[in-house]
């Protein structure tokens, strides 16, 4: 069976995981009327010329990122936690945003790794049937 080694497909799913854990983290933390935050969540993968990706952008409503920080109206981050002391507002941050996507960066981390250790053991592997098929001893990596 064949590898995928293919970056641009794994990096896809990956985005596409990510929007589905922020969505499961939302409904987790009971953030309320967000249709609109949910139907504006999407990614995008960037590419050089050459076809390899160099940036994820994800894209979201921005109060979305009020939510993650518990702030809004009448209530900001500097103020927030005396606020809440104070039993001033009903404000909390629920991070569905930042906790989430530092989990899944990890995850991307290992996957990155496995796919390039992969990528390179083939070049090897390549290289080294190439050299015993011509009868040299160098190596070309």
Do not use: C
Request: charged share 30%.
């Amino acid at each position: 069976m064949a590898e995928n080694l293919n970056l641009n497909l794994t990096l896809e799913a990956w985005a596409e995981i990510v929007i589905k854990e922020w969505l499961l983290a939302m409904e987790a933390l009971r953030v309320v009327d967000t249709y609109t935050l949910i139907e504006s969540l999407e990614s995008k993968i960037l590419v050089d010329s050459g076809g390899d990706p160099y940036k994820i952008l994800f894209a979201f409503e921005w109060y979305g990122r009020m939510v993650d920080y518990g702030v809004g109206r009448y209530v900001n981050l500097e103020d927030r936690d005396a606020m809440i002391a104070a039993g001033l507002t009903t404000r909390r941050p629920k991070p569905w945003l930042t906790d989430t996507f530092y989990k899944q960066l990890e995850v991307l981390r290992h996957l990155l790794e496995e796919k390039h250790a992969k990528r390179i053991e083939y070049l090897v592997v390549r290289n080294l049937d190439d050299n015993a098929d011509y009868g040299h001893n160098e190596l070309k990596v």
